[in-house]
């Protein structure tokens, strides 16, 4: 038996098994300000009580139908598909005279990550957008989510801390460059090495 349109974008169902796997996770409502229901995911690695990196989950189709009538054809043709979207917004301001050493930075941890990637919103409120899309219009597909969330969490949790530290000092860009890509080796060959 095939997911119908409601299985396949699940929010509820996803976030039980997220929340059995061990994630925290909270679904928000569709509301009147946000007019389509998504997931909150908290990505840290820390116990703090403030949650610096909430993955936000929701289906690009709930918010294209939005602005469809109920009997064109292209809704009939989102209501088939599901393309779950994971945004996490880092709010920061972002120093003028570093702006395109950022985009160079971003540009090679783009290069590294086998996940989503980083881009820049330059308007107000000023962040670092974190993204990915995920098609699965085949069937529902919780194990891969939540591979993809952890494997997020590992990036996020190395890269942000640095990037928050090169936003507010003078260190250089090849210094920030040459750390991240240390801090990931490291903690990958960690991962490799067999515990005695």
């Keep these: 038996m095939s997911d119908t349109p409601q299985t396949l974008r699940s929010l509820s169902r996803l976030a039980e098994i997220l929340d059995h796997a061990g994630f925290p996770v909270y679904k928000m409502e569709a509301t009147e300000e946000i007019p389509f229901e998504q997931l909150l995911v908290a990505l840290d690695e820390d116990e703090q009580d403030e949650v610096s990196y909430p993955m936000r989950l929701f289906y690009q189709e709930d918010i294209l139908l939005l602005s ?3 009997d064109s054809a292209i809704g009939a043709e989102l209501e088939e598909s599901a393309t779950l979207f994971f945004l996490l917004e880092w709010q920061r301001n972002l120093p003028q005279d570093k702006c395109l050493d950022l985009y160079r930075l971003l540009n090679l941890w783009n290069g590294i990550l086998p996940v989503g990637h980083f881009i820049v919103q330059e308007a107000s409120p000023q962040a670092i957008l974190f ?3 995920l098609l699965h219009d085949e069937g529902y597909q919780a194990l891969l989510i939540a591979d993809l969330l952890e494997m ?3 990036y996020l949790n190395r ?4 990037l928050d530290e090169w936003l507010s000092t003078d260190m250089p860009l090849e210094e920030i460059m040459q750390r991240s890509e240390l801090e990931l ?3 990958v060959l960690a991962l490799q090495t067999p515990k005695a």
């Design 152 to 154: 997020m969490g590992f």
């Design 131 to 133: 993204r990915h899309a």
């Design 68 to 70: 469809e009538p109920e």
């Design 159 to 162: 890269l942000l801390p640095l």
């Design 185 to 187: 080796a490291t903690e």
